[in-house]
């Protein structure tokens, strides 16, 4: 029904919960694109329905560039939904995973590309 389909997503709540249905914007506290040839698509029309759908984090593993871009704070409407912020990883880096604003952990960039 022309929803997008991350490569990764953390949902709330248990497996069980999510047999019938799919799980609701408002569960989903990250999703994860693994882009090559579908970066332009990742960047463009993928992070704009996540936006929309205001969820709160967006990264994206480039592997074009070796590189995981992170979207937040997703704002506006229709075509005019988009993330305010950005941030880029190179492979040296390690990257906080945040969920409802808590720090989980971390993970080496780098263990991240094949």
Do not use: C
């Not at 960047?43 to 937040?72: F, H, M, T």
């Not at 950005?86 to 808590?102: K, Q």
């Amino acid at each position: 029904d022309g929803e997008p389909e991350p490569d990764v997503s953390v949902v709330r709540g248990q497996r069980r919960e999510y047999r019938e249905r799919h799980p609701l914007a408002s569960e989903v506290p990250l999703v994860v694109e693994v882009a090559e040839s579908s970066l332009r698509l990742d960047r463009g029309r993928k992070k704009r329905a996540y936006a929309r759908a205001k969820i709160p984090i967006y990264w994206i593993l480039n592997l074009i560039d070796r590189q995981i871009e992170v979207y937040s704070d997703p704002s506006g409407t229709g075509r005019h939904a988009d993330y305010q912020t950005r941030h880029d990883f190179l492979p040296e880096a390690s990257i906080s995973v945040v969920l409802d604003g808590v720090t989980i952990g971390t993970l080496p960039v780098m263990e991240l590309f094949p």
